[in-house]
């Protein structure tokens, strides 16, 4: 007996610490949310206390009129969407091929999609900003992709290089290859096509690693900054992160009203993350790569 | 798009028994749009970035060919010499407290213990979150005069800190607050490495009357052995793309104590538009990571195997 309550003692005494180190964890958003609902009186008061005197709501809508936030969360929800699906479709697709289908220079192509998975995002920045400044025809430019912008400062520009690549390619490569063979063997011989097969029994079969790299793409491409930082130079094509730091520009930060933008930036991925919790996760653990 | 694209052998298929010798020409539509998309925004990149990394390029002239010349002045650039010691303390720094703590607290949440759910959230949840908007948290609470950092040491009688403009302490509050970003990650991939640790060598350990401590000592770590060297490579290759809390909280500063590689990039890239030379910079790198996932590729299968047996 005496033995099994000391037992309980140690779960009691870790549940302690654990709790300690949750709390301790979520302390920088709970300063943030009762930050952002101070007036910048209180804030600047020698005084300190943890919660709001006073709950100042509309530091909120405050917030929001620095700048043109409305613009910033469209433009931001535009290239996310787009992103997530164009991306489903074009790696599911892709890995489907290289898993399944058989034809003569598969696996060169698939080894050259490989090489990107050691290529970091970083080193290819500076062509492919070149690449999208001098896009022939588009934005402006001339044949030779003179003259014009480019695709700066718009949508395709902050969307392209993301919508496929060597990552989602593997990872549902890897994913349809688990399938056993019977299932391509029986629907071929009730005479499906390749596409059929595809779309109509491999696609239904692949919720989990499609919510996977659904969550993967939507992380990614809501929580950017470097790309669209340097993509876009006008208000009107921000994205929430790029909106962030006019807040930081300013020699005095009103830190209510900054907490308060964050607190609105950071409010979707974490109730996506509440909601579907198994699948970031599980992207974590099955994917390991590029956290 | 339409099925009819399939030229494959839905007709022959019942008469040839074995289709091996089929090849699915649907396979190339299929891979088409997301194999350009990979071609064009990564391999040619690429390519093109070795390309200038050899050239003096200012963006609006045409690219110069001059060799290994940027190269040459990569060695003798001391603020980019600067920036890989940074970066090398900034990987050092937080990636053993990571292992360390990661490793703990996913010992602990592997137990039947009181709230895990509810502390796994937490603990993981500044990694959902974007670098930009943490940053801006940390900024206040870093903040010298206001922030709830300096406030409470002063309750322990401790003056205030000047901690991201002092450029003793910079470095290290941009390490403490990259830490807990990215330690939820940490947690999460050592937890998989301990589900996947069968139950019974535990079972075995505990009738031989071996203590949890030495359980853990005998059993655990060796057998995390792989998972602590994934997430060693990961952290590694994660730290030399420190960029966005830099460019945020310090912009590199104070006296440059915090300017990381791809910051330096950015801004010999983006500022000066010294494109040649910051390509080169990339391709340093490229060959830092290349070199790295390497070091995986071979050690890191070896300690599959080595778990197999």
């Known amino acids: 007996m005496g ?5 309980n003692m140690g779960l009691v005494v870790m549940s302690v610490v654990l709790l300690a180190v949750s709390l301790v964890m979520l302390a920088p958003f709970l300063i943030m949310v009762l930050t952002s609902f101070k007036t910048m009186g209180e804030i600047q008061s020698p005084t300190f206390s943890l919660f709001p005197k006073v709950w100042h709501f509309d530091n909120y809508a405050e917030a929001l009129s620095r700048g043109d936030w409305l613009k910033y969360f469209y433009n931001s929800f535009v290239v996310t969407i787009i992103t997530v699906v164009v991306s489903l479709v074009l790696n599911s697709m892709a890995g489907y091929s290289f898993a399944r289908l058989k034809f003569p220079g598969r696996d060169i192509l698939f080894f050259s999609v490989l090489i990107g998975i050691m290529v970091p995002a970083q080193t290819t920045m500076i062509p492919t900003f070149l690449m999208m400044k001098q896009f022939p025809l588009a934005g402006g430019n001339n044949l030779f992709g003179q003259d014009g912008i480019g695709f700066i400062n718009s949508y395709t520009g902050l969307i392209l290089p ?4 060597s990552f989602g390619i593997f990872l549902c490569r890897q994913f349809f290859l688990n399938f056993p063979r019977a299932l391509d063997e ?11 097969v595809f779309y109509q029994i491999y696609l239904p079969l692949s919720k989990p690693i499609l919510a996977t790299l659904a969550i993967f793409k939507t992380t990614s491409a809501w929580n950017d900054y470097m790309w669209p930082l340097i993509m876009t130079n006008t208000e009107g094509m921000r994205t929430v992160q790029l909106g962030l730091t006019i807040f930081r520009g300013e020699t005095n930060v009103e830190w209510n009203l900054l907490m308060a933008a964050t607190t609105l930036v950071v409010l979707p991925l974490v109730v996506l993350f509440l909601a579907a919790q198994k699948y970031f996760v599980q992207g974590i653990v099955t994917t390991g790569l590029k956290a | 798009m ?3 694209l399939s030229r494959s052998v839905e007709t022959d298929g019942k008469t040839r028994s074995k289709q091996r010798l089929s090849i699915d020409y649907v396979g190339y539509a299929m891979i088409a749009p997301g194999y350009l998309i990979y071609f064009l925004f990564i391999f040619i990149p690429l390519i093109v970035g070795v390309y200038y990394s050899f050239t003096n390029y200012n963006f609006y002239s045409t690219p110069e060919f001059i060799g290994l010349q940027n190269y040459a002045r990569l ?6 010499g600067k920036a890989m010691y940074n970066t090398f303390i900034y990987a050092l720094f937080t990636i053993v407290p990571q292992l360390f703590l990661g490793l703990i607290l996913a010992v ?15 603990i993981y949840i500044p990694n959902v979150t974007s670098m930009v908007a943490v940053s801006m948290i940390w900024l206040w609470i870093y903040d010298p005069a206001l922030g709830i ?3 409470m040491i002063k309750v322990f009688g401790i003056d205030p800190i000047q901690w991201l403009y002092n450029p003793n302490t910079a470095m290290m509050a941009v390490v403490i607050m990259s830490i807990w970003k990215s330690l939820g990650y940490t947690m999460i991939v050592y937890l ?3 589900q996947s640790i069968p139950s019974s060598l535990y079972e075995a350990a505990h009738m031989d009357g071996a203590s949890k401590i030495r359980q853990f000592f005998s059993i655990t770590i060796p057998m995390l052995k792989p998972t602590t060297f994934f997430i060693l490579v990961m952290s590694c290759i994660n730290s030399f793309m420190v960029f966005e809390q830099v460019n945020i909280m310090t912009a590199g500063g104070p006296l440059n104590s915090t300017t990381t590689v791809v910051h330096q990039i950015y801004l010999r890239g983006f500022q000066d538009f010294q494109m040649g030379y910051a390509s080169a910079m990339a391709i340093v790198l490229f060959l830092i990571t290349l070199v790295i996932t390497l070091i995986n590729f071979k050690y890191g299968n070896q300690g599959d195997d080595l778990d197999v047996d």
């Open chain 2, 192 to 194: 998989a490495g301990l």
């Open chain 2, 75 to 80: 060695l003798q650039d001391a603020l980019f």
């Open chain 2, 108 to 122: 602990l949440l592997n137990g039947k213990l009181f709230g895990r759910v509810f502390s796994r959230a937490s």
């Open chain 1, 186 to 196: 029986a629907s071929q011989i009730d005479g499906a096509s390749k596409f059929r």
């Open chain 2, 2 to 4: 339409k099925p009819t």
């Open chain 1, 162 to 165: 993301f919508i496929a690549g």
């Open chain 1, 3 to 7: 033995k099994l309550s000391s037992r």
């Open chain 2, 149 to 151: 950092l300096n406030r």
